[in-house]
C-alpha cells in the first residue's frame, strides 16, 4: 500500500510517498480503507520534532505515518471485533493509537471506531474527531478537578456569557465558534483579517483582527477565553477576565503552555478565577453523540478549506503551518473512492 512516511524530525521535505507493507489486524482491530484523513496542529509539531513530540522519540520520531483523523470503510475486523463489520463507513482519532492515517490502509482499535453518519461525507467525517472534540471539551472546561492541574471538561457554558476564542478561524476555532453559538453564547471571536468574514458567517457577534487590536488591553471583559494559539502572559489573559471568568488554552507557544500548568492552578486555587488547559480524551463517545446531533440539527459543520491527495501531504503541512487555512486542509485518497 502508498503511505507517507518520516524516518527523521524536520521540514515536511523529509516526507516521503512510498509502498509499505499492509497492515493485518490484530484480535480487536479493524482493517479500514482510508477515505479521507485531516491534519492538525499535532501533525506538524510532531514532523518538526517540537518539545512534545521528542518526550517519546528524542532522536527520531517514534510514529512511522503521520495522522490521526481518519474516516473510511472497514475492509477486515479481527475474531474478538463485535461491533463493527467489513462494509462499515467509520470515523476515528489515532491520537493515542500510534497515528497512521496518512496511507491507504490502517488498523484500529474497535474502542476507538465510530459508525459515520450517513449524511457526513468522508471528508467532514475525517475533518472533526480531534479539532471538534477538543473544541466541545475545551468548551465545557469550566471548574477544576481534584488534581488541580486540569479544568474539567464536563461544565457547561451558559446561554448569554461572553465568549471569546483566539484563533477562532482555525481547525479547532471554526468548530469552537458553532458549539459555543449553539450554547446560547454571546461570540467574538479573533483572527487575521483574512478571516473575519469567515467567523462572522459561523455566528460571531463581534470580530477582532490581532494585527490591528490586542483584545487582553481593549477593556472588555469576558466569561470564558478559549486560546488556541496562545502567547501572552497568563496575567494579560487574567485581565481579560470577568471576575469569575475562565481562561482556557487549547495550544500555543511552549512559554504560554507552561505558564498555563504552573500558574493556572495557583490562580485557579486562590481566587474565583479559573485558568489553565482541559485533559482531552480523545474518542469520548459522549461527545462525539453531542457532536452528531449538532451536525444532524445543522448547528455544526465542518468548514473545509482545501482538500490535498495523499501524494501531496507536505504541501499540505505546508499549507497549514502557515497558518492561513480556514478550518481543516483534508487529505484525499482518490485511488480507495474510485474503487
Known amino acids: 500500500m502508498r503511505a507517507i512516511v518520516v524516518t527523521k524530525y524536520g521540514s515536511p521535505d523529509v516526507l516521503q510517498l ?18 479521507a484523513a485531516s ?21 527520531r520520531p517514534v510514529h512511522k505515518i503521520p495522522g490521526t483523523d481518519i474516516a473510511g470503510r472497514i475492509e477486515a475486523v479481527g475474531r474478538n471485533v463485535k461491533h463493527f463489520q467489513p462494509g462499515d463507513e467509520i470515523w476515528g ?7 497512521g492515517a496518512c496511507a491507504e490502509y490502517v488498523c484500529i482499535p474497535e474502542n476507538a471506531l465510530r459508525l459515520k453518519p450517513v449524511s457526513m461525507t468522508f471528508e467532514q467525517a475525517a475533518a472533526t474527531p480531534t ?5 466541545l471539551q475545551n468548551l465545557r472546561g ?11 471538561n464536563k461544565g457547561q457554558i451558559q446561554p448569554g456569557q461572553k465568549v471569546l476564542i483566539n484563533g477562532a478561524g482555525g481547525g479547532v476555532g471554526t468548530f469552537a465558534l458553532q458549539i459555543a453559538k449553539s450554547f446560547g453564547a454571546e461570540l467574538t471571536g479573533v483572527d487575521g483579517p483574512a478571516k473575519l468574514e469567515l467567523l462572522r458567517s459561523l455566528g460571531a457577534e463581534h470580530v477582532i483582527d490581532y494585527t490591528r ?3 487582553t488591553k481593549n477593556g472588555q471583559l469576558y466569561d ?10 497568563i496575567f494579560a489573559y487574567k485581565r481579560a477576565l470577568s471576575r469569575a471568568g475562565t481562561f482556557v488554552l487549547v495550544g500555543g507557544s511552549l512559554g504560554a503552555i507552561l505558564q498555563a500548568f504552573l500558574l493556572g492552578p495557583l490562580i485557579s486555587k486562590n481566587g474565583s478565577q479559573k485558568m489553565g488547559p482541559v485533559m482531552w480524551k480523545p474518542n469520548d463517545q459522549e461527545d462525539l453523540t453531542i457532536l452528531e446531533e449538532l451536525f444532524k440539527a445543522g448547528k455544526v459543520k465542518p468548514v473545509i478549506d482545501k482538500c490535498y491527495p495523499l501524494d501531496e501531504v507536505p504541501d499540505a503541512l505546508r499549507y ?6 480556514k478550518g481543516k486542509v483534508v487529505i484525499t485518497l482518490e485511488q480507495n473512492n474510485k474503487t
Open 131 to 135: 479539532a471538534a472534540v477538543v473544541a
Open 18 to 35: 512510498q509502498e509499505v507493507a499492509k497492515p493485518a489486524p490484530k484480535e480487536t482491530e479493524a482493517l479500514v480503507k482510508v477515505h
Open 39 to 59: 491534519l492538525n496542529a499535532a501533525d506538524f509539531e510532531f514532523l518538526r520534532g517540537r518539545w512534545s513530540a521528542r518526550i517519546g522519540g528524542p532522536f
Open 224 to 233: 470564558l477565553i478559549l486560546d488556541v494559539v496562545a502567547s501572552r502572559t
Open 320 to 325: 497549514l503551518e502557515e497558518g492561513h487555512a
Open 93 to 99: 482519532d489515532l491520537s493515542l493509537l500510534g497515528y
Open 142 to 152: 469550566i471548574g477544576s478537578t481534584s488534581a488541580g492541574l486540569f479544568l474539567s
Open 213 to 215: 487590536e490586542d483584545f
